[in-house]
């Protein structure tokens, strides 16, 4: 399994890419894509990077009717000297499998998993754009692939790496987005599938989301499925907020993706000296800090955006606009430091980076 | 749209048909599919009924990554003198919509529908088996095809049914299951997706599924996800309790599933003046009703088993034997009288049969 062979198919069929300052998230897929199989009695086996080309599946597909799937979300960066590299791989290879676990599909090789995306991007690396926030998007995924209508594990599966070049989240530079609270739909709940990176939660978020946007916020805020009271995370980011100094992130519950922004923005302000909490908080507990007068910032974290300041946030038909709409110090601070170590512009004193050539 | 045209291309390659003893749950497919395609300027178009064979699509197809997918579940039988019927598609039809409405997907034309499905079942006719308890299994279902990365609903869409011939549920009678209780896992909450029929539903089950299998126990019955108190349903059933001569049912809350074996078996036993309720019911209150004897039947409802008698069930340590671990008499006459319908052997006093030709 972790015999490093990956099989290469070239496609002799390029496409023309896209200008550097047309992306926008999702939508231009590079040459080639990586793709692996596994059967029950060969684990993981055929591993090969070959065109970029459609799927070809029984309609009675597991995933199209279960939904057993798990993807996951990381970047490639182009420094000023060429140098290609990613954030983190290991952070997402381990959550992928940690997703495995809890959707019942095998464990990859994480190691493998790593080398075969650098393999990958290093093949595509002329699909890494250069203009700045720029970055060339890492999307791999398992899919069950048995066709089978029983409700059961699927005995195959694809583990598959796309790649897609995508524009800078912040056209005119960093900017606070509107929120709102979401008191209808929930996300996820304790015991289901909140703290993988299944297809399931974000299905669920699509109806929410949808209302919020029509009344004109970016994503909603989603509060816990029991009570409803607890703040969970921003449709795909963790939330930070900074009260009184301190920096308080809701903590790790079974229900919130752990996300490998904000694990980072952790580390980050410990090492700043910057008081940070993981702990819960509910929506009328920032409410009473917001009256007081004692929010200074709220900032979503996430692989898309890095840092998304939050400007205002709607709840129960009240505005709260957080530091006059403005980015905050510390989520500006942040911005610049995380995307600094990305596009190799600051050191990397936590070793963060890892080299595609 | 609701011109009701479909173009025809036969299979001239067909499979061999499984002997009618020999067939599972799932597993064998007919040599016909009806697929439609969805656009945004066009709508739903373009409908065919073709060989069975792989779709085509780009692996960053919507369903792959967010699970934008509902489907349904429903049974063509034959009866005695070679009717093929439906068991009460507009049911289907209506929940699919249902289901549509939850994950953004647009409306389909639920007479259309049903005319497809006829005229697809009329084609592979010589699958619906003959041998008792038998019947093709019709897995109606929606995807969504646009391939983007963005988490959004799909511009594009496919709807697909396909046939399956399925073995009897009981190969020797009627028979108890063992059922237990889930503490840990939750399969839905209220403002999630429980009660659209969506791959994400499925995905969670997966797990508590398994382990109660490892410990003998065929599914697993759901209880709330808020206060883990209540009673849901079971795996891919509705449950329904006899108390004190009184049928009780969990009440629709949002997060259950509805039924089509369930609103048939309320409408019976309506008919046949047996009190039946449908209104909240936590364990402890079950298990209350047990220690004082009064807990007399405990059966599931759905379109694979029909009605599926619980002889035990298994919460916080307790094994609960009902009616000793014997099929109740509600749950038989529920069996006999609903399969008769469905296999014509019965009168259809509330006109549930659609006849394929
Ligand atoms: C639901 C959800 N929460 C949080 C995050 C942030 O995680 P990360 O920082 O690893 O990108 C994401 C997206 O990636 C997400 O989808
Ligand atoms: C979760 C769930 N509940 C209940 C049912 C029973 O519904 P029906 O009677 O329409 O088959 C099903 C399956 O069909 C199901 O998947």
Redesign the interface.
Same mark, same amino acid.
């Given at each position: 399994m972790s015999e490093n062979k990956i099989t290469y198919i070239k496609n002799e069929n390029v496409k023309e890419k896209p200008a550097s300052d047309q992306l926008s998230?999702?939508?231009y897929?590079t040459d080639h894509?990586f793709i692996q199989d596994y059967t029950p009695d060969k684990g993981w086996h055929n591993a090969r990077i070959k065109p970029?080309e459609?799927?070809?599946?029984?309609?009675?597909a597991i995933?199209?009717?279960? *939904?057993? /799937?798990v993807?996951e979300g990381l970047k490639a960066y182009r420094t000023e000297d060429n140098t290609i590299q990613l954030f983190r791989p290991d952070k997402n290879m381990e959550r992928l499998n940690h997703s495995n676990d809890?959707?019942?599909i095998p464990q990859i090789d994480e190691e493998f998993a790593i080398d075969a995306i650098k393999q990958l991007v290093e093949i595509d690396q002329d699909w890494v754009p250069n203009a700045p926030g720029t970055s060339l998007?890492i999307?791999p995924?398992i899919?069950s692939t048995e066709?089978?209508?029983?409700?059961?594990?699927s005995a195959n599966y694809q583990f598959?790496v796309?790649l897609?070049p995508v524009g800078a989240y912040y056209a005119e530079g960093i900017n606070p987005v509107k929120i709102a609270v979401e008191n209808?739909?929930?996300?996820?709940?304790? *015991?289901? /599938?909140g703290e993988a990176k299944?297809?399931?939660?974000?299905?669920?978020?699509?109806?929410a989301?949808?209302q919020v946007a029509s009344e004109g916020y970016a994503q909603v805020l989603w509060l816990d499925?029991?009570?409803?009271k607890y703040i969970e995370e921003v449709?795909?980011m963790n939330v930070f907020f900074k009260v009184n100094g301190e920096v308080i992130t809701p903590e790790l519950n079974g229900s919130i993706l752990e996300g490998v922004t904000r694990n980072s923005v952790i580390e980050l302000l410990k090492s700043w000296d910057i008081p940070v909490t993981e702990r819960k908080i509910t929506m009328q507990e920032l409410n009473d800090h917001y009256e007081k007068g004692e929010l200074e910032e709220a900032f979503g974290s996430g692989t898309a955006a890095v840092i998304s300041p939050v400007g205002e946030l709607a709840w129960e038909g009240k505005k709260m606009v957080i530091n006059n709409g403005d980015t905050g110090e510390i989520a500006k601070r942040l911005y610049d430091v995380l995307t600094g170590i990305q596009y190799g512009k600051e050191n990397d004193p936590f070793d963060w980076l890892v080299k595609v050539k």
């Open positions: 998230f999702g939508k897929f894509m970029y459609p799927l070809i599946l029984d309609p009675a995933v199209f009717h279960y *939904g057993q /799937t993807f809890r959707l019942c998007y999307r995924f899919i066709p089978y209508l029983g409700v059961a594990p598959i796309i897609s209808q739909f929930v996300r996820a709940v304790k *015991g289901g /599938t299944t297809a399931g939660n974000y299905a669920s978020s699509l109806k989301q949808e499925g029991v009570e409803k449709g795909s």
